[in-house]
């Protein structure tokens, strides 16, 4: 560590070094001068002569020059081994939020997030396994573990395609937007269509599943849209992007009140997405922790496309 910060002091004073090293020049050469001369030592030492003062003042000037510009290359070779750090420390940072290719494109600044808490529309997805208790009641911790890290596997790439925000994992549910902090025009029918892709994906993994006879898995998920508050949140530690908000709460209830198997959405969201998907009507439910019901939907597939 000490011989690094000794080299950046080297580099910060490259152009002082050429300065001295010319002065040093300009000594010896004068030096040289009075044991190779007979005229007056003084003289020879300040170099009257016309000529060896030109000489010396063009040294000095190519010494000053070779360290102003070997600090200058220094210093942005330094500048950009500190941006690629940045990048990647911000692309690690992404990628557990974004599919990858929209991680690269928030580093390379063609995507923007905002650093702090901005109001605005997105559509938020929850979804939990059923029965998740009974699973770890009946199987080794460390078996149930690698079930739910193969189970996520599949559920997040699933949101990827669909360019969602992993948000978090809350044990054996997951919270996923759309809208924040990459915003798409139809951000709700993504969700919905990433949560289709997401049963048909788990069907494919239970049947897997059950040739080695681990257990079946079953999903609930509940989607809602509408205003929240996107932007980090956490302690001067450590900080990590999410949303706040009643939109968020509601999606979480119509989550838990979702039969396995079965897609919640809310009336808002089912508004903004009837035109591609189907639906059964559920009616008002009332959920944990709010006054007022909440008018579901249960979508059951895509519409078939228009002749």
Not at 73 to 102: G, V, Y
Request: aromatic share 8%.
């Amino acid at each position: 560590m000490k011989a690094g910060k000794r080299t950046d002091r080297l580099a910060d004073h490259m152009m002082l070094i050429g300065f001295c090293l010319a002065v040093v020049y300009w000594v010896l050469d004068s030096i040289l001068s009075i044991f190779t001369s007979y005229d007056n030592w003084f003289e020879q030492l300040l170099g009257v002569n016309l000529d060896e003062v030109w000489t010396r003042i063009i040294v000095l000037c190519l010494f000053a020059i070779f360290g102003s510009h070997a600090q200058y290359t220094i210093n942005e070779r330094k500048k950009a081994e500190a941006k690629l750090e940045r990048d990647a420390a911000t692309r690690e940072r992404f990628q557990r939020l974004l599919s990858p290719d929209l991680a690269e494109r928030v580093v390379s600044g063609e995507l923007k997030v905002e650093k702090g808490g901005k109001d605005r529309v997105a559509t938020v997805l929850f979804v939990d396994i059923r029965g998740f208790t009974t699973i770890s009641e009946n199987n080794q911790a460390s078996a149930v573990l690698r079930l739910l890290n193969e189970y996520y596997e599949v559920l997040v790439e699933v949101v990827f395609r669909h360019e969602g925000t992993v948000d978090k994992f809350i044990g054996d549910a997951m919270m996923v937007i759309w809208g924040a902090p990459v915003l798409h025009d139809n951000d709700p029918h993504r969700a919905v269509r990433a949560a289709l892709d997401m049963h048909a994906a788990l069907a494919e993994f239970n049947r897997k599943s059950l040739e080695t006879g681990r257990p079946k898995i079953t999903i609930g998920i509940g989607i809602n849209t509408g205003n929240l508050m996107a932007g980090y949140i956490g302690s001067s530690h450590t900080m990590s992007y999410s949303v706040i908000g009643d939109t968020v709460n509601t999606a979480s209830r119509l989550c838990s009140s979702a039969q396995p198997g079965q897609i919640l959405v809310s009336d808002h969201t089912w508004r903004m997405v009837q035109d591609r998907f189907e639906a059964s009507p559920i009616g008002r439910i009332q959920t944990k922790g709010k006054f007022k019901p909440v008018n579901a939907f249960a979508v059951t597939g895509e519409k078939p496309p228009a002749l």
